[in-house]
């Protein structure tokens, strides 16, 4: 934690060890009925019954409840004790450090205390054990005692929080305490009712109390468990679509000779940059983290022969290079990114003065994101080799960026980079295992897959990544072809398949046709046509769900299961655009089971952009050239995990 951060947590500690004091002292030399101690004893079994707030290190307790009416009857030092001994126990039965153990002690004592004392003197009342009479004129103050307590209590332990995690207190605060207060304003309603049933009947009513308790903190339990469920499958997801996006990326790097790595070693610094600037804002890191990966996707329109020239750029190659950022935004903008990820990606080659592309915008008009990713660029592309010259030294690189700063770098990032560069770049050998294998393909020959002879693959990365499919989606003209050829080159680095089909709906015959296969036994599958609710792909596009590990043969015929290799398992998602289900794909591979649920969720997650893919292909023409489809032999579906 800060020197900052450090200074206020010992600050709490020692006001409210300090008020704790008092309060001792005010109980003792006060006259406190024995039934205080009930109450105390209540408020110290409940606080056992505690709940961990999703997503913070911060926990609730209906032991507020109790202390509300221990501040009702007893006055606020009687309640300010009581919860601080709580937070003592509490300390000692989770094993909290000793400095935790102060902060919390005089975080609840304050709390307790203040918003105590502002009751009493709006109210205009004593404490209210065995006062006669209960107004309605204590709503109001009641209200503002709860809301008092729970902005004191949340306030503080939200700002030291945000000292940990380098935030603003307020962010916190809205994100993970602000819908608890409803809580406190129940609390402190019930332990009113309670006093007001104390006063009219007799402390036995206590005992109305624990069912109450346990039903409460059941419910609570639930709801924050289905918080925690949903923010790890969140999680989870956005762990699976970033894996994705960066094997796509790594692979368009490929493309690039003499870019190994370089996207990686981008997105690593320009994250730990922004946040040494002090960006905490969790959308922007995310926008940031995706752009470095993506920021030259463009690069696929543009010539292998100007990408890889041993020499300086022409003016009208440097014109085409250009290029790379715009087009690179377009196609990325039909990706629908929950963060601003295409602002990024256009704008990484503008000047700070102006005078940059594409759009030649200045100062703060560029992203942030755009201006951090411009410098680790930069400083990444000096410090690597080139066909034109050999890598610059660190030393080097550092004073060009100082000479373009303020020219076409932010000097604020400029300077924070220098001071930080050291820490934050990883090292110029760091190269994602699929741009390896990717690198290591240009000079590789394939083995026979399926029993024809091993075909050479000199360039295979520029084949992989099927620039031409992307250059024809780019402009509008692609086919299904291009769709699964881009499909194919993403799918196979990410899911253990050996073959992929895409199984389009022939509306006219109530079917599913394979209109394009890659992989093992592309040949076989291609053409293969099941009916509609029947077969595999059948009954995944009329029930609009996955099958995970089915038995291929049900689709394909029994022959596949002995070709060498086999399709033994395979996994099949729908793809549907607008509520209509245009068609299926469906992955394939030899070890049985082979296929998780990690899986299912990957290909169920890019459906909608597949599914819009091929709604807005023109398949008359890529149709007209399959063989004519045959059938396949239809067994009962089995082996399906839902």
């Known amino acids: 934690m800060s020197r900052n951060g450090r200074t206020y947590i010992s600050a709490v500690a020692a006001i409210g060890v300090a008020l704790g004091g008092y309060c001792v002292v005010t109980l003792v030399h006060g006259r406190v009925p024995r039934e205080f101690f009930i109450f105390a004893a209540l408020t110290l079994l409940s606080g056992r019954f505690t709940l961990k707030v999703p997503s913070v290190e911060a926990h609730f307790s209906p032991s507020e409840m109790f202390v509300f009416a221990s501040v009702l009857l007893f006055g606020p030092e009687a309640g300010a004790i009581t919860l601080a001994a709580d937070s003592v126990l509490i300390a000692w039965q989770r094993k909290l450090t000793r400095v935790q153990?102060?902060?919390?002690?005089?975080?609840?004592?304050?709390?307790?205390?203040?918003?105590?004392?502002?009751?009493?003197?709006?109210?205009?009342?004593?404490?209210?054990?065995?006062?006669?009479?209960?107004?309605?004129?204590?709503?109001?103050?009641?209200?503002?005692?709860?809301?008092?307590?729970?902005?004191?209590?949340?306030?503080l332990t939200a700002t030291a929080i945000a000292f940990t995690k380098n935030r603003s207190p307020v962010a916190v605060w809205r994100e993970h305490f602000l819908w608890l207060g409803p809580g406190y304003a129940a609390g402190a309603c019930v332990a009113l009712l309670l006093v007001v049933a104390l006063n009219l009947v007799h402390f036995s009513a206590l005992v109305l109390l624990p069912p109450l308790l346990l039903v409460f903190y059941i419910t609570m339990r639930s709801s924050f468990g289905r918080v925690e469920d949903a923010k790890g499958h969140v999680i989870a997801l956005n762990r699976l679509y970033l894996s994705t996006v960066e094997t796509l990326a790594t692979a368009i790097d490929a493309k690039d000779e003499v870019t190994h790595g370089h996207i990686r070693r981008v997105q690593v610094a320009a994250l730990a940059l922004a946040r040494e600037i002090g960006i905490s804002d969790d959308t922007t890191l995310q926008a940031i983290e995706a752009a470095a990966l993506l920021h030259d996707t463009g690069k696929i329109a543009v010539p292998e022969h100007i990408l890889n020239k041993p020499g300086k750029l022409t003016p009208a190659e440097f014109e085409k290079m250009k290029l790379h950022a715009p087009i690179g935004a377009d196609i990325l903008s039909a990706i629908d990114f929950p963060y601003p990820v295409v602002p990024i990606v256009r704008h990484h080659h503008e000047n700070w003065d102006g005078t940059g592309y594409p759009d030649r915008i200045a100062g703060e008009a560029i992203p942030i994101g755009a201006r951090i990713l411009s410098v680790v660029d930069c400083f990444d592309a000096l410090t690597s080799d080139r066909p034109y010259r050999r890598r610059m030294s660190n030393a080097d690189a550092l004073a060009i960026l100082r000479e373009r700063r303020g020219t076409m770098y932010d000097p604020a990032i400029v300077d924070t980079f220098v001071r930080v560069y050291?820490?934050?770049?990883?090292?110029?050998?760091?190269?994602?295992?699929?741009?390896?294998?990717?690198?290591?393909?240009?000079?590789?020959?394939?083995?026979?897959?399926?029993?024809?002879?091993?075909?050479?693959?000199?360039?295979?990365?520029?084949?992989?990544?099927?620039?031409?499919?992307?250059?024809?989606?780019?402009?509008?003209?692609?086919?299904?072809?291009?769709?699964g050829a881009l499909t194919w080159m993403m799918l196979r680095q990410v899911v253990p398949c050996i073959s992929m089909g895409i199984f389009i709906r022939d509306e006219r015959h109530d079917a599913m046709i394979v209109q394009y296969a890659d992989g093992a036994h592309a040949s076989t599958l291609r053409g293969t046509r099941v009916t509609l609710g029947a077969g595999i792909a059948g009954w995944s596009a009329a029930h609009r769900r996955f099958v995970l590990n089915a038995d291929p043969s049900i689709d394909l015929g029994p022959g596949v299961a002995s070709c060498s290799p086999p399709l033994r398992t395979s996994v099949t998602v729908p793809l549907a655009n607008e509520g209509h289900v245009l068609a299926v794909i469906s992955l394939y591979a030899s070890n049985p089971e082979t296929f998780t649920d990690d899986h299912a969720?990957?290909?169920t997650l890019l459906a909608p952009s597949l599914a819009t893919s091929i709604a807005s292909l023109d398949r008359t023409g890529s149709r007209a050239q399959q063989p004519e489809p045959r059938r396949a032999a239809l067994g009962e579906l089995r082996l399906l995990k839902r």
Not at 148 to 153: K, L
Request: charged residues 15%.
């Open 601 to 603: 969720r990957l290909l």
């Open 101 to 155: 153990t102060l902060f919390n002690f005089g975080n609840l004592t304050l709390s307790v205390w203040l918003s105590g004392k502002l009751f009493f003197f709006i109210a205009g009342v004593r404490p209210l054990f065995n006062a006669m009479a209960l107004s309605g004129g204590l709503i109001l103050p009641l209200l503002l005692f709860a809301a008092a307590f729970f902005v004191v209590n949340s306030g």
């Open 422 to 483: 050291q820490r934050i770049m990883p090292s110029g050998d760091s190269v994602h295992p699929v741009a390896k294998t990717l690198g290591d393909a240009r000079t590789t020959k394939l083995e026979p897959v399926d029993g024809g002879a091993g075909i050479a693959i000199e360039g295979a990365a520029s084949e992989v990544l099927a620039v031409t499919s992307l250059a024809r989606a780019v402009s509008g003209e692609a086919t299904i072809a291009d769709v």
